[in-house]
């Protein structure tokens, strides 16, 4: 997980606050066409490596609430 902290000079206190990936044009671009790209490469029989298909596997179950799609 990524995570950015702001500091309070006056008080000096480290707030922690998650940066909001999902909310990001190149996130949105990418959740919304993957399936698509993953479908036809591996119609072209030119698979994309297996890190890939473990991180769609990973975003997938994210997106289920625990289920893998």
């Not at 206190?13 to 940066?19: G, S």
């Not at 890190?51 to 997938?60: L, P």
Request: aromatic residues 6%; without cysteine; proline residues 7%.
């Amino acid at each position: 997980m990524v995570a950015s902290a702001l500091s309070s000079p006056s008080r000096g206190l480290v707030v922690y606050r998650r940066h909001e990936p999902e909310k990001l044009v190149l996130y949105q671009t990418v959740e919304r066409h993957l399936h698509s790209f993953l479908t036809a490469a591996e119609e072209a029989e030119r698979p994309v490596p297996a890190f890939v298909q473990r991180e769609r596997v990973g975003t997938s179950i994210h997106e289920t609430g625990g289920q893998p799609g």
